[in-house]
């Protein structure tokens, strides 16, 4: 069983930058592609980021490029989600993910097989 824990939201204000993390267990996880999603009241869950196994291959959202930068080590099983100028658009509970096979739509939530509790981040205006 792999178990995901999200850490590093919290609030910021706009122009802001947050770092979050998501530390995996299960040693087999410590290679699986992974993402971040978030989702924000009353809306569905969006990807974000995603990145392969290795770490060669990232993928970002539309609306988030420019601004984050997802990185994983895998050594410490754990992978990381950079966020820069923040915005109030970007406030909502941020979750890691995991699948335990690749696939080219990453952006999907039914791709993932495992998910973290979420980690909250609020950038106030």
């Known amino acids: 069983q792999v178990q995901l824990v999200e850490s590093g939201g919290g609030l910021v204000q706009t122009g802001g930058s947050l770092r979050l993390s998501c530390a995996a267990s299960?040693?087999?996880?410590?290679?699986?592609?992974k993402a971040w999603f978030r989702q924000a009241p009353g809306k569905e869950r969006e990807f974000v980021a995603a990145i392969s196994g290795s770490g060669g291959s990232t993928y970002y959202a539309d609306s988030m490029k420019g601004r984050v930068t997802i990185s994983r080590d895998n050594a410490k099983n754990s992978v990381y989600l950079q966020m820069n100028r923040l915005e109030p658009e970007d406030t909502a509970v941020y979750y890691c993910a995991a699948a335990r096979a690749p696939s080219a739509t990453y952006y999907y939530t039914s791709v993932y097989d495992y998910w973290g509790q979420g980690t909250q981040v609020t950038v106030s205006a």
């Open positions: 299960g040693r087999t996880s410590s290679t699986y592609p």
